[in-house]
């Protein structure tokens, strides 16, 4: 009896400290979610790749494959001359899921709302525009520090799957 009750209690330790690692985990990853829509919205390139890994990559809605935070960074930069400056997004963290200790993945839905009319690869955006993605990130705890080490971006196709 004595060893199922010792047994009992590690076990009900060792879930109350991954529930409150977790806990942790969940709240370091929205602050970045928050500064990155930040950065975003106030068009600032270097704050918006700031918690990329230096390895990290990024597929983007689109299919570009970036390999690098410089190279995120630089097309982020590019992209933002021509589009990101005329928009604004909302970004919400709707799952975490830790895999491993000090590994994470987020899934995450960006409201993409036009801000001004522009144009873009040949198609028109009028200010009230809006189109949703889903992002899918993997993190990873560096130097007790969350970071984005892979970046996945896919389009909500508003027939297929409208936004509710």
């Known amino acids: 009896m004595k060893k ?13 400290l991954s529930a409150q690692n977790n806990s942790a985990a969940e709240k370091s990853i929205q602050t970045i979610l928050q500064k990155q829509e930040e950065a975003w919205n ?3 390139v270097d704050a918006m790749s700031a918690y990329f890994t230096k390895d990290a990559t990024l597929v983007n809605f689109l299919g570009m494959f970036w390999k690098s935070k410089a190279e995120i960074r630089e097309n982020l930069g590019r992209i ?7 928009t604004s997004i909302k970004l ?12 994470a993945v987020a899934n995450i839905e960006e409201e ?28 990873i705890k560096k130097n007790k520090e969350w970071q984005i080490t892979a970046s996945q971006i896919t389009l909500i196709n508003q027939f297929a799957s409208p936004h509710q």
């Open 4 to 16: 199922i009750l010792i047994t009992g209690c590690l076990l009900l330790s060792i879930y109350s």
């Open 42 to 44: 106030k068009h600032d």
């Open 80 to 86: 933002n001359e021509d589009v990101f400056k005329h």
């Open 92 to 103: 919400s963290l709707k799952e975490l899921k830790i895999v491993a200790p000090g590994v």
């Open 112 to 139: 993409f709302d036009v801000e001004e009319n522009y144009t873009d690869l040949g198609q028109q955006y009028k200010k009230g525009d809006k189109n949703y993605k889903l992002i899918m990130n993997v993190f």
